[in-house]
């Protein structure tokens, strides 16, 4: 399956129903007057977040999504169908954002109409000329009433106070709804405009058009630790090592391409998920390499673990690798600071490993920072390092259980 973690859909919240100009027909009740009755509601847009998910691809290739329009108002003063809600099935962990305001069905996305007005320019574009015809009357609308003119000042209201690039949800557990689009009002029938003045309005209230955006929707993965380092340090064959993920593997740097998560059990029915991403290189936090795709994946892990090994790269050592990964992820965001680290040394059943192990530790404690030295490929060290990194994990979730200190008094 393709992981596929950025996509742009359109959505649109069903119309509301229009009112009907309806007459009670009756036997033995001459002049019946207006019985028209209200148009149903719209259906809305919800997200619903679903922990079988893993990836958008769903969404990719299905881009247009619209919601169950609310059924015209009946005669006797019955209400139309409300349209059905559309709820579209996203991952845990998918942010939504606003990206623009959609036109009618067909329109190219705003970002792309820039592009043929470009176009366009370049080939030379249609002239029309004033064939000296009268203008065509607009239609003559009817005057809405208050609760019309509420519900559509407040979509107007919504549709201004959005900016591209705005933040409408996050959807982080399982369950979770975000209405993303709501449904339009429907629109009352003629019965609700019968007065002294008039007793046979011959007139109805249109429905409210529902909200239609472009959303662009990021999936950021959810685990309790994620793996931070460079490329073949031993990721995958760690993460194969202590859970049923199986990632590629290989004696090439940038196996991993995509995202990996993996479930680690330890003993006392307690469990770990840990996230492997694409190894990180320099200038990772400036877009080289994969590592801005996929730094936002650690974004919301608990824990971070620093993987390094031994490398024959002229200029690397495991030092100046920690060094570059921290820089990295300063670099990338504040978002990162005051996580918890745990620092590993892989490959240490190699001649390699355990030359770098002594002068590493060495230089690790006399800056306060334990190192777990271990062996991806033969298990060595490795029950000793998930210890470690459940002790971190449970501390975070305790301290985000009780949530934050009271603030002093006085």
Known sequence: MRFIDQVRIVV???????????????????????????????????????????????????????????RPGGPNKMTGRSGNDLRIRVPVGTTVFFEALAGEPGERPPWLADSLDEELDQIGAITWTDDGTDDIPEPVRVQKSGPIRRAQAEKERRDTELEPGAQLGDLTFHGQELVVAHGGLGGRGNVHFRSSTNRAPDFAEPGVGGDAYWLRLELRLLADVGIVGFPNVGKSTFIRAISRARPKVADYPFTTLVPQLGVVALAGERSLVVADVPGLIHGASEGRGLGLDFLRHLERTRVLLHLLSPDPTPGRDPMADLKALEKELTQYGTMFEGRPRVVALNKIDTPEGQEAMGPLRKLLRAQGIPLFPISARTGEGVPELLEALWRRVDMVRRGAASGPLPAPQG
């Open 12 to 70: 649109r919240a069903g119309r509301g129903g229009d009112g009907l100009v309806g007459w009670r027909r009756e036997k033995f009740v001459p002049d019946g007057g207006p019985a028209g009755g209200d148009g149903g509601k719209g259906g809305d847009v919800v997200f619903v977040a679903d922990d079988h998910l893993t990836t958008l691809l769903d969404l990719k290739f299905r881009q247009h999504f619209a919601a169950e329009s609310g």
